[in-house]
């Protein structure tokens, strides 16, 4: 029985036995004994290492999987050579202080060799203009780019901004300390006094509700009447817990909506963003969580 294997835990080899009439004889392991057949050559191809497990190459044959290794390797050489023009484009934006122009291509380039450090070291010496400006560094998406940075990128950039980006974020904390408890005690006040409003509202839109709803039962029994006596009392009551029903109704919708507007400010006042000190928090609280995650790596990582 023939027996191919393209990958054991000891070696990333896989051995191609050419008989001496130009066929290829099977795939053996590498380190497996050699068998007593006689061939004319043997071609080694040694597989990616790479902790991912392959399935593209599970299941081809000898020739099938030659021609998929030399294909990946024109494909790497093609995204390699693509790279390596797009880097001298942004080497020669970055020169003449375009900037924008120079970040673009250096992405471009990423996108063919995601862990060229070239690119990535230019991409964020474009960014930062030259580590002039550290604003970039306040921008989400590039801080959390940052935090999953390979320990080379972030050493280098870190290396160049980090001592800017500590002085900021000490900045940002002797802001924050002090304007914290004047926004938390605002809106301790706020919320306590949000709460009655909304409890008096929700008190008689309750009892409102309720009275509509005797009213309809008014009706109803009072109408039940009409077919079984001759006088005019149930019409009459049925008329007039039909009219006292509309007038809660008409209560209960004019309370309902007083309601969520009472509930909508107790909901706001939970928001930093709902005064302009408390704006002012939130914005600073975001700026250095943005900076935590640059300097310190993403939570996700511990």
């Known amino acids: 029985m023939e027996e191919r294997i393209i990958d054991t835990e000891d070696s990333r080899k896989i051995k191609i036995k050419r008989t001496a009439e130009g066929g290829i004889a099977d795939a053996e392991d590498a380190l497996a004994e050699e068998s007593g057949e006689a061939v004319e050559e043997e071609i080694v191809f040694d597989l990616p290492e790479t902790d991912e497990y392959d399935e593209d190459l599970v299941g081809l044959t000898p020739s099938q999987l030659e021609a998929e290794l030399k294909r990946r390797e024109r494909a790497a050489e093609e995204a390699r050579r ?16 375009d900037y924008a122009k120079a970040e673009s291509l250096y992405a471009q380039a990423l996108v063919y060799v995601p862990d060229s450090a070239a690119a990535q070291r230019g991409l964020w010496t474009a960014r930062t203009s030259d580590f002039t400006d550290t604003e970039p560094f306040y921008d989400e998406d590039n801080a959390l780019a940052l935090a999953q940075s390979d320990e080379e990128t972030r050493a280098f950039v870190l290396g160049r901004a980090g001592n800017k980006l500590n002085a900021e974020r000490e900045a940002l904390l002797a802001e924050i300390e002090p304007l914290r408890p004047v926004v938390t005690e605002a809106q301790e006040k706020r919320r306590a006094a949000f709460a009655a409003n909304r409890k008096y509202y929700l008190v008689r839109f309750g009892g409102l509700l309720g009275a509509f709803v005797l009213a309809l039962i008014g009706i109803f029994v009072s109408a039940s009447y009409i077919v079984r006596t001759t006088t005019i009392v149930p019409v009459v009551l049925t008329a007039v817990f039909g009219g006292v029903a509309l007038l809660f109704l008409a209560l209960t919708i004019v309370y309902s909506r007083k309601l969520l507007v009472a509930h909508r400010l107790c909901a706001e006042n939970e928001k930093l963003s709902s005064t302009e000190e408390g704006a002012r928090l939130e914005e600073l609280l975001d700026r250095l969580s943005c900076l935590d995650e640059a300097l310190f790596g993403s939570k996700e990582e511990e």
């Not at 023009?85 to 020669?92: F, I, P, R, T």
């Open 82 to 97: 693509e790279h390596d023009g797009l880097v001298a484009l942004a080497e020669e934006a970055y020169a003449a202080k």
